[in-house]
């Protein structure tokens, strides 16, 4: 399950295994299905990872 949060105005949606937060609910699960599964990050999920020191 992913966590919804509202970060400086923007909705994001973190992967609960690697706190990773995306845009997207649907990327964040994709996110969460793979780290649970494979214990580690997927280059081509984290790709849409938003990066925190650009918000």
């Given amino acids: 399950m992913t ?3 509202i ?8 992967c609960e295994e690697c706190s ?7 990327t964040a699960e ?3 299905a793979w780290c649970s599964e494979h ?4 280059i081509e999920i984290i790709a849409n990872a938003v990066d925190m ?3």
Avoid: P
């Fill in 3 to 5: 966590v919804k949060k």
């Fill in 39 to 42: 214990k580690s990050c997927n």
């Fill in 7 to 14: 970060v400086k105005g923007k909705t994001l949606f973190f």
């Fill in 20 to 26: 990773l937060a995306y845009l997207e609910k649907a």
């Fill in 53 to 55: 020191d650009e918000i």
């Fill in 30 to 32: 994709k996110c969460q």
